[in-house]
């Protein structure tokens, strides 16, 4: 939720001064990398893979600060890093920290609190893995992400946060909208994943539990 709420309040593209974007931007990067491991640790993935996952998380995370101190003490070229998206490292920490849990949580054999902790997290980190993916894309690409914008960099980064949750619950509001073909690909399947997530993980979740509960219960005698 604190990285929602912080992807969703924080425009990390359009400050004033020249220097906030790029540290606004790399601080959600740490809160992602955060979440992935709160959620793994919740998931009750082994502690192996738990510590393999911050291992990698640091790396990632001491690399992105680096990367942000050569691009604001030096002239180096490293414009695949630019302040208006964020790094490709994020990227795939963002999109493969859902897998992660959903792959650990489809061995629980019950239902417990981390397991619900785990299925409300990889929910909010597919919202996040794609709000990412966005970013990323709308300004890789030479056409804006969304329609209603003439230039991809007059589009605030809480746009695609809001764009991406909107996305996944499939509101549908309308105000913005994918506009070229990557960006309505990427939109319908983030929709279709969202939706599949619910009508299978969710069900199987809730199915676990009612199963669960019923074998629980002491047995009357009529």
Known sequence: MLTVASLSLID???ATDEVWPEIALTGTGLIVGL????????SGLR??????????????SALSILL???DLT???D??????????????VIALVSPIAVVRRLTHHRRVTLQTLFGAIASYLLIAIGFTYLYMFVGAAQHEPFFSSYADDADIPSTSYMYFSMVTITTLGYGDLAPASN??????TTEAVVGQVYLVTFVAMVVGMF???RDSEQPSVDT
Request: charged fraction near 15%; charge should be positive; aromatic fraction near 10%.
């Open 12 to 14: 990390v593209t359009s």
């Open 68 to 70: 942000l101190v050569v």
């Open 74 to 76: 030096t002239d180096a």
């Open 47 to 60: 502690r192996r893979w738990q510590h393999m996952a911050v291992v990698f998380v640091v790396f990632a």
């Open 210 to 212: 009612i199963q669960q």
């Open 182 to 187: 990557l960006s309505r690909l990427l939109a």
């Open 78 to 91: 490293i414009s695949i890093f630019r302040s208006d998206r964020p790094s490709p490292i994020w990227v």
């Open 35 to 42: 979440t992935l491991v709160v959620a793994l640790r919740a």
